[in-house]
């Protein structure tokens, strides 16, 4: 089955500056990869997504970069502010098997002062 | 329009005592799954549902039955709990399609187990 991992699983940066989570899947099949934003004692939420018909993806502040042929897929958060620290989730999924979501461990985002 | 709601929110149990964690959607989706959350374990599938009358096994099942007789609900039933099922739960349902779509997810169960 599916398998996904993500690094760092702890990452500190400045305020200000940009974060880059990295996530590699198993399955050359998967074609969809969300990335979802949890903030202490809350839900996860997606932040954005990307299909394997596209190389990049890009909302305001953050992106998704997709390499199928290497199978990995990153996040990258520009200009950081206090409120994007939180637990990062990467997850895949192949909509044509069957349709179940698989994640990454998780990286912790501090946002330094 | 309430998405997904789980019940309860907070639970202790005894080792071997069995309940049944509550997950439904009001926003007719095919797709239903549970998910444990443990630190640094990030989120396992334990079971999931592409319709009613549909079940299968994800990542973590041992331990847990679930059934879907309505596409509203997907409870999830601890038969004979142990210390290792102490963790965050999470219920979350997608729409199927052509196209993928997000997950949404309700607001979490924290079992624990003593």
């Known amino acids: 089955g599916e398998n996904v991992e993500q690094h760092p699983s702890t990452l500190s940066v400045q305020e200000g500056d940009s974060a880059v989570i990295k996530c590699t899947y198993s399955d050359s099949a998967s074609n969809y990869f969300p990335w979802y934003k949890q903030e202490l004692g809350k839900r996860p939420q997606l932040i954005i997504d990307i299909r394997s018909n596209v190389g990049e993806k890009k909302d305001q502040r953050i992106a998704v970069t997709l390499n199928k042929t290497a199978k990995h897929f990153s996040l990258h958060i520009t200009e950081t502010q206090p409120e994007d620290s939180a637990v990062y989730f990467c997850a895949a999924s192949n909509g044509n098997r069957d349709d179940k979501i698989i994640f990454g461990k998780g990286t912790r985002l501090h946002i330094l002062p | 329009n309430a998405g997904v709601t789980q019940t309860p929110k907070f639970q202790v149990l005894k080792t071997g005592q069995s309940m049944t964690l509550q997950c439904a959607q009001d926003m007719n989706h095919e797709y239903m799954s549970w998910y444990r959350q443990d630190p640094g374990m990030g989120l396992r599938l334990i079971h999931y549902s592409v319709g009613a009358g549909i079940t299968d096994q994800g990542e973590v099942p041992n331990g847990y039955n679930v059934s879907r007789s309505t596409t509203e609900d997907f409870p999830l039933r601890l038969l004979s709990a142990a210390p290792s099922q102490t963790s965050v739960y999470f219920c979350?349902?997608?729409?199927?399609?052509?196209?993928?779509?997000?997950?949404?997810f309700g607001q979490g169960t924290r079992l624990t187990v003593v």
């Open positions: 979350a349902s997608r729409s199927l399609g052509v196209m993928d779509t997000e997950a949404f």
